[in-house]
């Protein structure tokens, strides 16, 4: 599991992503902790549902496109697989 961690963060674009987004994430994940563990009371079931809305409902859009770019992606190198095959012969 280390390699692939390595392989993961060896590529450039990767890296950036992490080194960029990573805290921003971390910080708003540390914001959520710290908002429903000191005001959960004070919380309405409107600042419930907004909440879920703001956070989860990006998150599921994200991993949506992320999950068709890779089966796109996929098809693609298969595509090339099979030209590469078909030019060989």
Same mark, same amino acid.
């Given at each position: 599991?280390?390699?692939?961690?390595? !392989?993961?963060?060896?590529?450039?674009?990767?890296?950036?992503?992490?080194?960029?987004?990573?805290?921003?994430? %971390?910080?708003?994940?540390?914001?959520?902790?710290?908002?429903?563990?000191?005001?959960?009371?004070?919380?309405?079931? !409107?600042?419930?549902?907004?909440? =879920?809305?703001?956070?989860?409902?990006?998150?599921?859009?994200? %991993? %949506?496109?992320?999950?068709? !770019?890779?089966?796109?992606?996929?098809?693609?190198?298969?595509?090339?697989?099979? =030209?590469?095959?078909?030019? !060989?012969?």
């Amino acid at each position: 599991m280390l390699k692939r961690i390595k !392989e993961h963060l060896n590529k450039s674009y990767n890296l950036v992503f992490w080194i960029l987004f990573g805290p921003a994430m %971390l910080w708003a994940i540390l914001g959520v902790f710290d908002l429903y563990t000191k005001y959960f009371d004070n919380l309405t079931k !409107e600042d419930h549902l907004q909440f =879920i809305l703001r956070f989860f409902f990006p998150i599921s859009v994200g %991993l %949506l496109v992320t999950a068709l !770019e890779r089966r796109q992606r996929k098809k693609r190198d298969q595509l090339v697989q099979q =030209i590469k095959k078909y030019l !060989e012969n």
